[in-house]
């Protein structure tokens, strides 16, 4: 390198930039590299596309190695994109399509959005036979006709932000294998009932923003395929019952800010793969139990802006593996219930913002994987319902969970919630008096005491040994953990309606029984609670002893008293038995008090029975007699129907084989009248052909000898004429006085401005008519070879090309006769026209199938003009 000098260096790159860059640019710009082009006029090239603004089409040629085609208010039609694959043609103000594109056959994506679109027409994109999707949005379409998707088979179409209101029944029906579907931000109010029958491929339907009042159970019954369903912002005031039952396969699903105010258990039956659902904006004041059993992979749930005033703790059942929460803004919602994420625990991202909740549910501590906690805007009570949270939160931390700022209430300081939390002085439940054991008499009243020492003050549970249950809290404001209860219930949660009561609760928390019988005798559990802490202790109630000795000796007197007098009963009801027995008082009283005698009824009795058996003897022997003839009678009428239908089979099959003859017979002289008939036909159709023919033959031979004829008086006329003219014209200069010539001579006349003629003009006139009137005259030798070969071919019809040809050009230039392709078809010529005399303004035209053009004589005309004109002005 350092013997080679500078310049000898500079002069190996060149050479090599000539022997190897060079032709690699020219042969790159030969197989479609843009870049190196010049593009037309506001536009540039990009790779294979090719992007335009504020233009118009004018001039714009799209280079044929452009795939991509990019116009923004480019404004004009008829635009080639014969190699066009996509065109984005948008802010343009097109109004229609029909001439906008020229050859769109391989034009796959085509983008019309953001332009005047107004209306559509049956067919439109007929000639779009490669296009794969179509995105015509934010227009201003009206009107969908029936078929103006006829021959499309897109697999995307977006219709968004159009004015649509209502749709023609199926009429995407020809895109059986479209994808995806954007109907939203329009006017649409229904969909009917399998309106996408054949569209069972869709996955990605929207809906949103439309008006859409009802949808009936099976609008939808038919979308398998359906994965992303948005539905929002519409007017459903209730979802029909089984209207997702079919959406198998539905993972997105999107219902917020519709006037739902009721979800039925079942709404969501058959969603088993939904994995993201937003159910906000409606009204609903409570989640149904077991609306989302039925959803058991959904992982994000969002409710915003309901009127939800609770959640209570089975209503998340069903959706473990739920990650990701979204409660937030429910101006109504006061409670998330204690045990409400113990069904979700696996939730990664929990957010109850800004609602009007007073303290978190306790189970917040169980989700071990959340990451990201937002409790912001709520108006949190900070007291000691919320005092584990400050440990909880402090942990959270250090595990890197992002939470919002942590404040107690509208008013208090910002993000003080923990520091408030860990100066609260809460203490758990201590029993500091409770009633001891007592023995209480029958009928006696009984005050049962437990006294605690905790802050705040526990709710006291007082469960009887009837298992009836008694709650107390000290402080209605603040509710306690069994608020949802009622006052006094049974082990069954059923109120006790007792008026006026004999078990309630004291003011203070004591529990009074008014009135004590044996069975409030036993153990009573006082359960005392509060948000640090439980506690539980027993007081028991016992009856006095003597109350009981008494009760024993009372009971011993009364058992002694009635089993003396059931003895004493029932020797008197013997003792009686006996003297009726003894004497035979009821013998002669009643039949069925004697017992060794038959009475006269039992004696009918028997007999009765004894006729009955007879009878049914008599019967059954009968009935076997009447069965065996019956047998025999059907066996011999079976027989009978057997004969009978051989013989009838034998007749039937000697009919059928006359009929066979006969219509052989039928078939022969029907064949022998239609050939016949048939040859007559065709004869008949042969004599009428040959003798239009030979009319239509004669008719024109003689349309054209009437031609011919007036054609020769014509040049016969302007022969005439001609030499009247040239007599005037030579009478006029040999009386032109001889002082004119002279001052011609001197050079005078050239500056009139009035003369016009010209000796020399005079001479040149009559050489032209002379030509003309010599090549007319020729019309008329017999030995010319025009005349020879029309009178060789008398019925030859030339046709357009044997007109073109100059073999067949006639030597009358401007006459021309219509050609005859088919003579069978010619209709009947109408009668030539009256001659008139010499004018050449009538009989110009005639009105024949081979008729004379107007051009006959417009040169003979100019001709007689001018000289005319010469003459005047001489």
Known sequence: ??????????????????????????????????????????????????????????????????????????????????????????????????????????LKKLDLAYNNLTKLQDHQFKDYVSLNELNISNNAIVDLPRYVFSNLNLSKLCLAHNNLIALPFQVFKPMQHMHMLDLSYNHLATILDHFFMLNKYIEVLLLNDNRINKLTSNALADLTELQRLDLSNNKLNVIAKGLFD??????????????????????????????????????????????????????????????????????????????????????????????????????????????????????????????????????????????????????????????????????????????????????????????????????????????????????????TPKREVYHWNPDPFVPGIFDKHPHAHSQYMTPLRVIPPRIQVLDNGTLWIKNVTREDCGRYTCYASNPVANQTEDVLLHIDPTDWNHVRIISLIVGTQSAAGFLGLTLLVQFLRYIINRFGIFNNFCSFCKRDRVSPRARQIYAMLDNIEQYKSQQLERLRENYTQQVHRIRDNCNQQMEWIQSSYQSQAKHLGHFRDVGTQHLTTLRDQYNDQASLQVKKVRDYSTTQLNWVRENYVFQRNKIRKFSAHKVLQLR???????????????????????????????????????????????????????????????????????RLSLYYTPTERSLDSDSLKSPLGDIYINHIENMSELPPLPPLPPYEGPSTSKACFLDLNASISSQCMIEAEKHVAKGAGDETAL
């Open 1 to 106: 390198m350092d013997t080679i000098s500078q310049p000898h260096y500079a002069g190996v790159k060149l050479c090599f930039f000539i022997l190897f860059i060079l032709p690699t640019v020219k042969s790159h710009t030969r197989h479609g590299d843009l870049t190196l082009l010049r593009p037309p006029e506001n536009c540039q090239y990009l790779k294979t596309t090719l992007i335009c603004r504020n233009r118009t089409t004018e001039g714009l040629n799209i280079n044929p190695a452009v795939t991509h085609v990019d116009l923004d208010r480019v404004t004009g039609a008829n635009l080639d994109v014969t190699n066009v694959h996509q065109l984005k043609w948008t802010r343009s103000e097109i109004v229609d399509v029909s001439d906008l594109l020229v050859k769109p056959n391989q």
């Open 720 to 790: 005439e004429s001609y030499k009247y003219q040239q007599q005037t014209l030579n009478k006029v200069l040999e009386n032109l006085p001889s002082l004119y010539f002279e001052n011609c001579r001197a050079g005078t006349c050239g500056k009139a401005e009035s003369i016009v003629f010209d000796a020399n003009d005079v001479e040149n006139i009559d050489i032209y008519l002379k030509a003309k009137i010599e090549k007319l005259a020729n019309l008329e030798d017999p030995n010319s070879s025009e005349l020879s070969q029309s």
């Open 246 to 463: 079919r959406l198998n396969n539905l993972k997105y699903l999107n219902l917020a800010n519709n006037p739902i105010d009721n979800m039925a258990s079942g709404t969501f039956r058959g969603l088993n793969n939904l994995r993201q659902l937003d159910i906000s904006g409606n009204k609903v004041t409570h989640l149904t139990f077991g609306l989302l059993h039925f959803s058991p992979n959904l992982i994000h749930l969002t409710i915003d802006n309901t009127s939800l005033e609770s959640i209570r703790n089975s209503e998340l059942l069903g959706v473990s593996g739920l990650k990701t929460l979204r409660i937030r803004n429910n101006r109504y919602l006061k409670e998330i219930e204690a045990y409400v994420l113990s069904d979700t625990p696996l939730l990664t991202e929990l957010d109850i913002s800004g609602n009007e909740l007073q303290f978190l549910p306790l189970t917040l501590k169980n989700l071990t994987n959340l990451q990201k906690l937002n409790i912001s805007n709520n108006p949190w009570a900070c007291d000691c319902r919320m005092f584990w949270f400050y440990t909880w939160a402090e942990k959270a931390r250090r595990d890197n969970v992002t939470m919002s700022d942590l404040s107690c209430g509208p008013y208090a300081y910002p993000n003080d919630m923990l520091l408030t939390l860990h100066h609260l002085n809460c203490t758990s439940p201590r029993i500091e008096y409770k009633t001891p054991t007592r023995l209480y008499r029958l009928k006696s009243d009984a005050l049962l005491e437990c006294r605690y020492a905790a802050y705040p003050l526990p709710t006291l549970t007082w469960v």
